[in-house]
């Protein structure tokens, strides 16, 4: 008899081997991460998939992704779109990645920025380039209000904002939570709710991340 964990585990299964298409190299970039010891915090085969679908439905060309890891989220999306700012924060995780993105195919496509998100968003807010389409804030929570107003500098009205990991367990709805990620992704939520120039909803997801969920904000 399963328990439910089991059970979001073997759906999660079946739905990636009946419609997900990870090939070598995406699961060549979630093996190596186990292999260098990294943490098992990149999205699931279906979630790849979803970001690279709601890409891909929003027409979007450029990409900015705050928290690479080994760059597995990263080919996903790099594979639906023109271009894909990425940045990490640590410099070992940042060479893997950038194996992978080369082993995957990507690389041309891949701008892999290494350090605190805060400082190189405030350098890509000062360079001043084309605005980015699609938005995937998946690194520290607490940062996460840093990363919506550097995100609201960089996208344009009709640009996706996607957050991950708003659920954490459940443990988003307690407002006096002492964690400073449940902090941070309750503050984020907040300041999306309480801006005008955006629509938001949030989703729970289960399976095997455990459960958490998405948020998923247009700019206006
Ligand atoms: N998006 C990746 C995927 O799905 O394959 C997973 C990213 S993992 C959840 C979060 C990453 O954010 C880690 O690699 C971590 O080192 C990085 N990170 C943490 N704090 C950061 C910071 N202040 N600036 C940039 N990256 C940071």
């Known amino acids: 008899m399963y328990d439910s ?5 073997a759906v999660d299964g079946y739905l990636a081997t009946t419609l997900v298409d990870e090939d070598e ?3 060549a970039a979630r093996t190596s991460a186990r292999d260098a010891g990294l943490p098992a915090y990149e999205v699931a ?7 690279a679908l709601l890409a891909r439905l929003g027409g979007a060309r450029r990409v900015l992704e705050i928290g690479t890891l080994a760059g597995y989220s990263t080919i996903w ?3 639906a779109v023109e271009h894909v700012t990425t940045i990490e924060l640590d410099p070992g995780y940042a060479e893997l990645a ?3 993105l080369a082993a995957a195919g990507v690389a041309d496509r891949v701008e892999l920025l290494v350090g605190a998100a805060v400082d190189r968003l405030a350098e890509l807010v000062a360079r001043g380039g084309p605005a980015y389409d699609l938005v995937f804030i998946d690194a520290d929570k607490p940062n996460n209000p840093a990363y919506l107003a550097a995100a609201l500098r960089l996208t344009r ?3 996706l904002i996607i957050a991950d990991n708003v659920v954490r367990d459940g443990a988003v709805v ?3 939570c002492p964690d400073d990620r449940v902090r941070g992704v309750r503050e984020f939520l907040e ?3 309480a801006d005008p120039r955006l629509e938001a909803t949030a989703l729970q997801t289960v399976g095997v991340k455990g459960w958490d969920g998405f948020a998923l904000v247009l700019v206006r």
């Open 25 to 27: 190299a995406l699961v």
């Open 157 to 159: 009205p009709g640009s």
């Open 98 to 100: 950038e194996r992978n």
């Open 174 to 176: 307690d407002p006096d």
């Open 191 to 193: 300041l999306v709710r």
């Open 77 to 79: 999306l790099a594979r």
């Open 45 to 51: 085969p279906n979630q790849g998939a979803l970001l």
């Open 5 to 9: 964990e089991q059970r979001w585990r």
